[in-house]
């Protein structure tokens, strides 16, 4: 028959609330730091990532229409070259 130590159960819950206020104390350490963390960041004006993505998707959007509106000019200046060519020679003969 075995019977448990009075002294292992008490080294075994001490050990046990040791554990529990560790991880209290790692939790509140983490939360300390990013908080300290949060306000640094907050101090230096970093944009986050939402305003990055939504600015670059701005960027984007805006390149896309240029490369169509450059398209859209040079038809229109060969067209008008055509008929510019067309009037020259018109007034030529």
Same mark, same amino acid.
């Given at each position: 028959?075995?019977?448990?130590?009075? =002294?292992? *159960?008490?080294?075994?819950? &001490?050990?046990?609330?040791?554990?529990? +206020?560790?991880?209290?104390?790692?939790?509140? !350490? %983490?939360?300390?730091?990013?908080?300290? $963390?949060? #306000?640094?960041? !907050? *101090? #230096?004006? =970093? $944009?986050? #990532?939402? %305003? =990055? *993505? !939504? $600015? #670059?998707?701005?960027? +984007?959007?805006?390149?896309?229409?240029? !490369?169509? &509106? %450059?398209?859209? &000019?040079? +038809?229109?200046?060969?067209? &008008? @070259?055509?008929?510019?060519?067309? @009037?020259?020679?018109?007034? @030529? %003969?």
């Amino acid at each position: 028959m075995q019977t448990r130590s009075k =002294f292992f *159960d008490d080294m075994s819950q &001490l050990m046990t609330n040791a554990m529990g +206020v560790a991880q209290g104390a790692k939790t509140e !350490a %983490e939360t300390a730091m990013k908080g300290l $963390v949060d #306000r640094w960041m !907050a *101090d #230096r004006d =970093f $944009v986050t #990532r939402e %305003e =990055f *993505d !939504a $600015v #670059r998707a701005m960027a +984007v959007k805006a390149r896309e229409e240029n !490369a169509a &509106l %450059e398209a859209r &000019l040079a +038809v229109l200046e060969a067209k &008008l @070259a055509g008929e510019a060519s067309k @009037a020259a020679k018109k007034k @030529a %003969e």
